[in-house]
C-alpha cells in the first residue's frame, strides 16, 4: 500500500509541478477549482507521506524488525524535513491567495460588471483561503505529533543499545556448534549477496546474530529478542477433501501457451479428456469411502525453461523427441484429475514467485514458509531450485518429486559414496530418498514407477481394427533420418515381405537416408500416426530411442512390436547415450519393458545381426494374429491408482521407523518358509510397522553370487522393495536363513547387506539412503527384500491400496 501511494504521489507531483510553473493555465481552469482544492489537499497528503513514508516503512506487519534503525537514525533528518514543509506551507498560502485574487477578476470580467451574486453562490475565492488554512493547520498538527514521536524513539533506541552492546556477541553453545564460524563468514561475505540485506543485515554483530537465529537456525535465539522474534508459523489451513474432476478447461489454461510443446501437451490432454472422465468415475468406485485430502501441488517444467535452454520446444515440429512431453502432460492431467490444487510453471521468473525466492544470488532461505505440500519437477528444475532456495532447499527436498526417464540408483545418489566410488556424475548425487526419482516404466524398483498413458480402445474399436488391418503393412520407429542410416539390410529383408512406411520428418527433400521402397509420410500429426498404426501388422525398432512410448502405442493398436536384442547390452560402460547417466543398468534390448513385461505374441526380441533369425521372426510374423492389448499400468485408470496410492502413502518428510543395525528388536518378525528358501514376515507378528507397502507382503531371498535383487525377486515372480531393506538390515535375518556368520560388520555400501564367501563375513548396510536392489558383484550373495504386486500394476503390491 505504501508503495502505491508513494508512486501515484511522484506521478501528481511530477504534474503539480509543471501547472504550478504555469500561471496562464490554471488561469484557463479556474472553473475547476474545487477538484483543485482537492488537489492541493492530496498534494499535502502526498508530501506528508513521501516525506515521511521512509521513517514509518519498516513498522509495517511482515517487514524485518532491523530496519527499525532507520526510524531512529532518520529523526534528525526528519525534524528537518517538517520544518521544510512547514515552510513550504506558508509559500503555498501566499500563492494562493493570489490566485484567488486572480480568479475573483477573472468571474468578475465573465459577469460584465454585475456585482450581484445569488445568495447559494459566494464569490469563488471566499472560502478557497479558509479551507488551505484549515489544511495546513491540520499538516502543522501531524507534524509536531511526528517531531514527537521521533524525539520518543531516540531516546527509547539509546536506552536499548545501552542493554545490549554487550549482547550480541556469538554465543558459546554446544546445541549450536556452528554459530561462531557462521558469524565469522558473515563478517566476510555478507555483501556478497544482496538478499542478506533484504533480511536486514547491516554489517553489525547484531544483524549477524538475528538473521542466523531467526532466518537461518545456526545461532540460538538472543533473549533480548524475545518480544520481536519473528512471525510464528501461519497455522495450516484446514484439510479439504479432494474431489475427482472430469472436466479438464481449467487444466488447459494452466498449462499456459507461447511454446510447441505445451501446444503439443494440450491438445494430447484435450484429445485424452474422455478416458481421463472414465478412469476417475471407475477409480472412485473402487475407492469408496476413502477420504481423501486435497494437496497444494507445484508442477515445475524445468527442461523447458529458457535458462536451461528449453530444446525440445523447436524440435516438436521436426521430429524431435516427445516422450518427456508426453509423460508430462499425462501427470499434470492425473493430478488435476485426482482433485488435487496445481500451479504450473515454465520459467525460472514463476519459479522463484511462487516458491517466495528473496531478491538476490540465492543464498538465503525462502521469505514464507513453503506454500506446497508437493513439487513436481525433473533434474533441470531440480538444479534451478537449489540455486535459488539456498538453505530452504534442504528443509523443503523431501516434498520435491524428480520425474526421471532412466533413473536414479542409490549408489549414484548418495554424494559422499559416489564421490569416493566413481559413481559420480552430472546428474546424481542429490541424496534424496531414491523412491521420491519416478521413472516412465518400472525397470528401477529403487525408484518410484511414474509412468504414461497410451489411448485405451473400446471393443467395438478394437474389432474395427482386427477387420481393418493389412497383413502386409511395416511401420519403422524413427521419427529423425539418422535412425534409418545404416539399416539397408534390415529393410532389404523386410521389404521382400511387407509394404514398409516411415514417418521420418523431412522440409523439402527426402532424407537420403530413407530407402526409395519405403512410403515416407513425414511427420504426423498423433491422431494420422494413430491411424497408421491401426492398419499396419508390424511396428519395427532399429535400436533407437529407447524405452518411448510409441512401442506401447502400437501394442494397444493391434501392431506386433519387433526389436533387436543387444548382445554385450548397453549401459553407460560401452554407450554414449547411457554415459553419465546416474544409472548402472543394462539394457537387453531398445524396450525392456515390452520385452519382459509383455513379451509374445504382442512383442518379438531377436538378433538383427543374425540375418536368418531376423528373417525368420519376419515370416512368424506375418502367421500371427493379435488383439489391441494395453497393459492396465499404462491406462488412465492405472495411472490414476498409481498417483493417488504415492500422494496417500509416501511421505519422505518423516523420520525412517524401521532401526538400522545395532537396534534388537524384542521377537523377530520373520519365519523361515516351509521350503526353506526364504524369510516370510510372521502372520502373528506382533511387531508390525505402520509401513508402506505393508510389511506383510515381504518376501527376502538370498541371492546367487554376482546376482542383483532386481533380478533375484524376478526370478521368483516377484518385485524388489527397497522400503523393506531395514527390516532385513540384521543378523537375525541372516541367522533365519540358517546362514553361518563368523563376523557382522556395518559399511557404506550399496550392495549390502550381503554375505562374503569365502570368509563366512555378513555385512550390514549402515547408511539408509544406499539400500539398493540394484547392482551385483561375484563376492556377495546379497540379501534381498522382495513383494508381490497387483495385476497389471507392478508399482502396487496386492495389499498396497
Aim: glycine share 8%; with cysteine.
Amino acid at each position: 500500500m505504501h508503495s502505491f501511494l508513494k508512486h501515484l504521489c511522484s506521478r501528481y507531483l511530477v504534474e503539480r509541478r509543471s501547472t504550478m510553473a504555469l500561471p496562464a493555465l490554471l488561469t484557463r481552469l479556474l472553473p475547476l477549482r474545487r477538484l483543485f482544492v482537492l488537489g492541493i489537499g492530496f498534494f499535502t497528503l502526498c508530501f506528508l507521506m513521501t516525506s515521511l513514508g521512509g521513517q514509518f516503512s519498516a513498522r509495517r506487519l511482515g517487514d524485518s524488525p532491523f530496519t527499525i534503525r532507520t526510524e531512529v537514525m532518520g529523526g534528525p533528518e526528519s525534524r528537518g524535513v517538517l520544518r521544510k514543509m512547514s515552510d513550504l506551507l506558508e509559500l503555498m498560502v501566499k500563492r494562493m491567495d493570489a490566485l484567488a485574487r486572480l480568479e475573483n477578476i477573472s468571474e468578475l470580467h465573465r459577469a460584465g460588471g454585475d456585482l450581484h451574486f445569488p445568495a447559494d453562490r459566494m464569490p469563488p475565492g471566499a472560502g478557497l483561503m479558509e479551507r488551505i488554512q484549515a489544511i495546513a493547520q491540520n499538516v502543522s498538527d501531524i507534524a509536531v505529533k511526528v517531531d514527537q514521536i521521533l524525539r520518543h524513539s531516540l531516546l527509547l533506541h539509546s536506552k536499548v543499545s545501552e542493554g545490549r552492546r554487550d549482547q550480541c556477541e556469538a554465543p558459546s553453545d554446544p546445541k549450536f556448534p556452528d554459530c561462531s564460524g557462521k558469524v565469522e563468514w558473515m563478517r566476510a561475505r555478507w555483501t556478497s549477496d544482496p538478499c542478506y540485506a533484504f533480511f536486514g543485515v547491516d554489517g553489525t554483530e547484531c544483524s549477524f546474530l538475528i538473521y542466523l537465529s531467526e532466518v537461518e537456525w545456526f545461532c540460538p535465539p538472543l533473549p533480548w529478542r524475545n518480544q520481536t522474534a519473528a512471525q510464528r508459523a501461519p497455522k495450516p489451513l484446514p484439510k479439504v477433501q479432494a474431489v475427482f474432476r472430469s472436466n479438464l478447461s481449467h487444466l488447459l489454461d494452466l498449462m499456459g501457451s507461447g511454446k510447441e510443446s505445451l501446444i503439443f501437451m494440450k491438445k494430447r490432454t484435450k484429445r485424452l479428456t474422455a478416458q481421463w472422465a472414465l478412469a476417475a468415475q471407475r477409480l472412485a468406485q473402487k475407492l469408496g469411502a476413502t477420504r481423501r485430502d486435497q494437496k497444494q501441488i507445484l508442477v515445475h517444467i524445468g527442461f523447458l525453461t529458457e535458462e536451461s535452454g528449453d530444446v525440445f520446444s523447436p524440435r516438436v515440429l521436426k521430429g524431435g523427441p516427445l516422450g518427456e512431453m508426453v509423460q508430462w502432460a499425462d501427470i499434470l492431467a492425473a493430478l488435476y484429475v485426482l482433485g488435487h490444487g496445481l500451479r504450473v510453471t515454465v520459467s525460472l521468473k514463476e519459479l522463484q514467485s511462487n516458491l517466495g525466492v528473496p531478491p538476490g544470488r540465492g543464498s538465503c532461505p525462502l521469505t514464507m514458509p513453503l506454500p506446497f505440500d508437493l513439487i513436481y519437477t525433473d533434474y533441470h528444475g531440480l538444479q534451478q531450485m537449489k540455486q535459488h532456495m539456498g538453505l530452504s532447499f534442504k528443509k523443503y527436498r523431501c516434498r520435491i518429486r524428480v520425474i526421471d526417464t532412466f533413473g536414479t540408483e542409490p549408489a549414484y545418489n548418495h554424494e559422499e559414496y559416489a564421490t569416493l566410488h566413481g559413481y559420480r556424475t552430472n546428474w546424481g548425487y542429490w541424496n534424496l530418498n531414491p523412491k521420491q526419482f519416478m521413472t516412465m516404466f518400472p525397470h528401477t524398483p529403487d525408484n518410484s514407477f511414474m509412468g504414461f498413458v497410451s489411448e485405451e480402445l473400446n471393443e467395438t474399436e478394437k474389432q474395427l481394427i482386427k477387420g481393418g488391418k493389412a497383413s502386409n503393412m511395416a511401420v519403422v520407429y524413427g521419427k529423425e533420418a539418422s535412425i534409418w542410416k545404416g539399416k539397408e539390410k534390415f529393410l532389404g529383408i523386410l521389404n521382400k515381405y511387407m509394404e514398409i512406411h516411415g514417418t521420418v520428418y523431412y522440409e523439402s527433400q527426402r532424407p537420403p537416408e530413407v530407402p526409395a521402397f519405403v512410403k515416407n509420410h513425414g511427420l504426423l500429426p498423433q491422431p494420422e500416426f494413430q491411424q497408421l498404426l491401426r492398419k499396419a501388422k508390424l511396428f519395427i525398432g532399429f535400436g533407437f530411442p529407447y524405452e518411448g512410448p510409441a512401442p506401447l502405442e502400437a501394442i494397444a493398436n493391434g501392431c506386433i512390436f519387433l526389436q533387436s536384442r543387444f548382445s554385450p547390452p548397453h549401459s553407460s560402460l560401452n554407450h554414449e547415450f547411457f554415459r553419465g547417466k546416474p544409472t548402472s543398468r543394462e539394457v537387453f534390448s531398445q524396450h525392456p519393458y515390452a520385452e519382459n513385461f509383455i513379451g509374445k505374441p504382442h512383442v518379438w526380441t531377436v538378433d538383427y545381426n543374425n540375418s536368418e533369425e531376423f528373417e525368420a521372426a519376419i515370416k512368424a510374423i506375418m502367421r500371427t494374429q493379435v488383439d489391441p492389448y494395453l497393459p492396465y499400468e499404462y491406462t488412465c485408470e492405472g495411472m490414476l491408482e498409481r498417483i493417488h496410492a504415492y500422494i496417500q502413502h509416501q511421505d519422505f518428510c518423516v523420520a525412517p521407523g524401521p532401526a538400522l543395525p545395532g537396534a534388537h528388536t524384542p521377537q523377530s518378525p520373520f519365519v523361515l518358509a516351509p521350503n526353506a528358501t526364504h524369510l516370510e514376515w510372521a502372520q502373528n507378528a506382533s511387531l508390525a510397522p505402520a509401513a508402506w507397502p505393508p510389511a506383510h507382503s515381504l518376501r527376502a531371498w538370498l541371492a546367487t553370487p554376482g546376482r542383483a535383487c532386481t533380478d533375484t525377486c524376478l526370478d521368483h515372480g516377484l518385485i524388489c522393495e527397497p522400503s523393506f531393506f531395514p527390516f532385513l538390515n540384521s543378523q537375525d535375518a541372516f541367522l533365519k536363513l540358517q546362514v553361518p556368520c563368523d563376523s557382522t560388520e556395518s559399511e557404506m555400501n550399496h550392495l549390502y547387506p550381503a554375505f562374503a564367501q569365502p570368509g563366512q563375513e555378513c555385512y550390514l548396510q549402515k547408511e539408509p539412503l544406499l539400500f539398493s536392489c540394484a547392482g551385483s558383484n561375484t563376492k556377495y550373495r546379497r540379501l534381498c527384500p522382495c513383494r508381490d504386486f497387483r495385476k497389471g500394476q507392478v508399482a502396487l503390491c496386492q495389499g498396497c491400496l
